[in-house]
């Protein structure tokens, strides 16, 4: 599988025009360095390890299968660049999620679909438009 590689600057793709997208988690701003979250296709992608690390988890890539690995002990989930599956293994079992925008690199950053990732570990995700700011909780 060839790895999706974009350089974009935060921008509503079906558009073009320019968005700064805010991401809060537990009532923190999370800041970002170098790739800032991005508007493909009327869905936020965002550079997974500084959401995911506050969020209390572990994020690993995987080179050799293009994966970002995401655990907090008790559940894992993996999404490759340019696969439509994330895969989730629980202690119930291992389980595959059909996502609606692919997990994409972007400015050499993994960015992922942050609803889909976030809520496999029960976070809540919300979206307020008129700020156009990601809300996160767990």
Known sequence: MAAMALAAPCANAMHGE???????????AVEFE????VIIGG?????????????GKTVTWDE????????DGST???LGIGDSIMKKKTAE???????????????????LP???AAE???????WNDAVKTVIISN
């Open 93 to 111: 079992g291992e389980y595959e999620v059909q996502l609606d925008t692919v997990p994409m690199i972007i400015n050499d950053r993994t960015c």
């Open 34 to 37: 170098g790739q800032q979250p």
């Open 76 to 78: 894992t989930i993996s």
């Open 43 to 55: 869905r936020t992608l965002l550079p997974v390890r500084g959401v995911m690390e506050a969020l």
């Open 64 to 71: 050799n299968e293009h994966r970002a690995v995401i655990t």
């Open 18 to 28: 320019e968005i700064k997208v805010s991401v809060v988690v537990n009532g923190q």
């Open 114 to 116: 942050i609803r889909a």
């Open 120 to 126: 496999a570990f029960g976070a809540e995700v919300d």
